[in-house]
């Protein structure tokens, strides 16, 4: 067996469901956050091409386990290979697009929309990846590689989050916040789009396509915006999500600042500078 085949095999083998904050999740979450060590040591660490490249190779990473993702989800090896794709797991959630806008910062030149996709990747992603890592109840499952990629996918909103604050590439301001939110409307918009696609073309009488679960053809799922559905008819649900989605976005944005301004007066201390 190849090297190759012996890593593939690993990550198709079983484990026990993790649990939340069991061992599994605890030592994901510690990573989330070591792994800013490294990145903010490296001697270019503030450069502004040394920032770009970092989010885009964070991106690569995390299409390319998106992709495996996909593979192991849509082929069942039981009585020879079959192929069915799972349109459940069509990889355009929330939790999803820090893929694309990665991949779109990385690769364009700086500017006002290289600017808004950095500021949704610092704001609305860390949302979005600290939800899941903070309460990670629907995301394991009993295999390895899929467990390791959801980790990996959701951790790294955190990181890349953190990382593009602490370096200064996002600026810590009030107005990143308007920065990032016409990315996330455009999201937003596309996931409305497909799942209205997926309900004319007859998709839903077979399958389950709820992309950023906010579809009014699908039964509720979303943690706490399912109990907003149930009673706020469409399109004002969807207000109330986009409303409740920038206000938490906001939030993180508030508690970076917070931070950064206590780092400010630390090492404005007299102490830490005689130290």
Same mark, same amino acid.
């Given at each position: 067996?190849?090297? =190759?085949?012996?890593?593939?095999?690993?990550?198709?083998?079983?484990?026990?469901?993790?649990?939340?904050?069991? =061992?599994?999740?605890?030592? =994901?979450?510690?990573?989330?956050?070591?792994?800013?060590?490294p990145l903010l040591r490296l001697p270019k660490a503030q450069s502004p091409d040394h920032v770009r490249r970092v989010v885009l190779v964070t991106a690569i990473i995390v299409t390319v386990l998106e992709v495996y993702k996909q593979i192991n989800y849509s082929f069942?090896?039981?009585?020879?290979?079959?192929f069915d794709y799972q349109w459940y797991a069509f990889p355009f959630q929330f939790c999803?697009?820090?893929?694309?806008?990665?991949?779109?910062?990385?690769?364009?030149?700086?500017?006002?929309?290289?600017?808004?996709?950095?500021?949704?990747?610092?704001?609305?992603?860390?949302?979005a990846g600290a939800a899941v890592m903070l309460c990670p109840n629907d995301v394991f499952i009993s295999t390895i590689g899929i467990n390791i990629q959801t980790m990996i996918c959701h951790g790294s909103m955190i990181t890349i989050g953190i990382y593009l604050f602490a370096t200064g590439y996002v600026k810590l301001e009030h107005k990143t916040l308007l920065r990032?939110?016409?990315?996330?409307?455009?999201?937003?918009?596309?996931?409305?789009?497909?799942?209205?696609?997926?309900?004319?073309?007859?998709?839903?009488?077979?399958?389950?396509?709820?992309?950023f679960y906010i579809s009014p053809y699908c039964d509720p799922h979303l943690l706490v915006y399912k109990d907003v559905q149930a009673v706020v008819p469409f399109p004002w649900s969807l207000v109330i999500y986009i409303l409740g989605f920038t206000a938490a976005a906001y939030v993180i944005l508030l508690l970076a600042m917070g931070i950064g301004k206590l780092v400010g007066k630390l090492k404005a201390s007299p102490r830490v500078n005689a130290a």
């Open positions: 067996m190849s090297f =190759w085949q012996s890593v593939l095999a690993f990550l198709d083998s079983s484990m026990e469901t993790p649990t939340p904050f069991g =061992w599994f999740h605890l030592m =994901w979450l510690a990573i989330t956050f070591l792994a800013l060590i069942s090896y039981e009585s020879g290979i079959t999803s697009t820090p893929m694309y806008i990665g991949l779109l910062a990385g690769l364009i030149k700086k500017g006002k929309v290289h600017e808004s996709l950095c500021a949704y990747l610092a704001t609305y992603a860390v949302f990032a939110l016409p990315v996330f409307a455009v999201t937003v918009g596309l996931a409305a789009v497909m799942n209205e696609i997926a309900h004319l073309t007859g998709l839903l009488e077979t399958e389950t396509f709820n992309m």
